[in-house]
């Protein structure tokens, strides 16, 4: 038995398994959480002050009264850091998984993760306590 050939095609074969995992599992996660505007740095839930942890309350339980919607994957980091805002209050954010929602989102025409959707307009990208109260007409 040729043993340098039997080990030439394990080699072949483990570098298969491996280039179809990558492929299939890595890079559409990669894909599916692209963002269309720049994102700011990481934003922590942590909030600095009694009026900071009041103002995210406020803007979480305005943005669920406008019924924005956030669209995201739980694959996605950007996603993550745009829950970490809302900190405790993220509850409140009226949030739909694109993972356990596919459907919804294909209908919503949701093409990157985060995705927002207020007012009947969709945008992308991680947004600022203050840009999301812009956009949804609320006080911060």
């Known amino acids: 038995m040729n043993w340098q050939a039997v080990n030439a095609t394990l080699y072949v074969a483990m570098m298969v ?4 995992t990558v492929v299939f599992y890595y890079v559409p996660a990669y ?3 692209k963002s269309l505007e720049a994102l700011p740095p990481l934003v922590k839930g942590d909030f600095e002050s009694v009026e900071e942890y009041v103002k995210i309350r406020d803007l979480s339980l305005c943005l669920q009264e406008r019924e924005a919607l956030l669209y995201g994957s739980e694959n996605c980091g950007w996603t993550e850091r745009q829950k970490m805002v809302f900190g405790e209050w993220f509850g409140n954010v009226p949030y739909i998984s694109c993972i356990t929602n596919e459907t919804v989102c294909e209908k919503a025409g949701i093409v990157g993760y985060p995705a927002w959707e207020i007012n009947g307009e969709l945008s992308y990208g991680l947004k600022t306590p203050k840009k999301l109260a812009e956009m949804a007409g609320c006080n911060f």
């Open 17 to 20: 398994v491996l280039t179809v």
């Open 31 to 33: 894909w599916e959480c």
